[in-house]
């Protein structure tokens, strides 16, 4: 078990540029989820996928973002048109959910992104 | 929409001190988790708690699922400044659809 794994850790990109973001998630777990972080705050839930199905998105989610899970396992995240207010840490973590789980979530190391 | 509300917000103690984070809700929660975030890293998983009135411990860390599991407590048994970093409680809400996160409280431990 090789734990949650994002890439790139750190993306520097100028503004209007589109961005995209990996997460590998633990192997056999079926939920994946994205939050952002900001200073000093805790992560705010973006969106998650259960098996490939997109399941939720919070309304933090603008029409710039998008997120894709296309096999049920690694997941993108891409910002289009980035802003210079989408600069934050992006976290992904992973869960099994369903019969004895506990739902508990791990996360990843994160994507800084900043937006210049 | 459930919240979660840590307090405090920011401590900073001498070495060897003890202290007490608290995380409230006025909703119940299925479980609660309690992790700590390094700068730059994402958040390191440190307890789940689940049946009310349960209270776990790690080394010097107690962890504390109150009664009626709306609200939970952390305390450090002399603090060391390894301790330092953001601490963040996380309910998973009934039903376990999501998990909503508390704002964290920021941990400074000076030797």
């Known amino acids: 078990d090789t734990g949650v794994s994002q890439d790139p850790r750190h993306k520097i990109t100028k503004r209007g540029q589109n961005v995209t973001f990996r997460c590998d998630p633990i192997s056999e777990h079926n939920r994946l989820y994205w939050y952002r972080q900001t200073l000093g705050q805790g992560p705010e839930f973006l969106t998650y996928?259960?098996?490939?199905?997109?399941?939720?998105k919070s309304r933090l989610l603008s029409d710039r973002f998008s997120a894709e899970r296309p096999k049920g396992s690694f997941s993108t995240l891409e910002i289009q048109r980035t802003e210079q207010g989408d600069s934050a840490m992006y976290l992904c973590?992973?869960?099994?959910?369903?019969?004895?789980?506990?739902?508990?979530?791990?996360f990843g190391a994160g994507t800084r992104l900043s937006v210049l | 929409t459930q919240l979660l509300e840590q307090s405090p917000q920011f401590l900073s103690i001498q070495e060897g001190e003890n202290l007490t984070v608290y995380c409230n809700s006025s909703?119940?929660?299925?479980?609660l988790q309690w992790y700590r975030q390094e700068p730059g890293e994402g958040p390191v998983l440190l307890v789940t708690v689940v049946t009310g009135g349960e209270v776990k411990k790690l080394k010097r860390l107690t962890f504390q699922f109150g009664d009626a599991r709306k609200d939970s407590s952390l305390h450090i048994t002399a603090a060391q400044p390894g301790d330092t970093g953001l601490y963040l409680c996380a309910g998973e809400e009934t039903g376990g659809f999501k998990t909503i996160f508390g704002a964290g409280t920021r941990l400074f431990v000076k030797a």
């Open positions: 996928f259960q098996n490939e199905a997109q399941l939720e």
């Open positions: 909703s119940v929660f299925s479980s």
């Open positions: 973590a992973s869960s099994r959910w369903g019969g004895e789980a506990k739902n508990i979530q791990y």
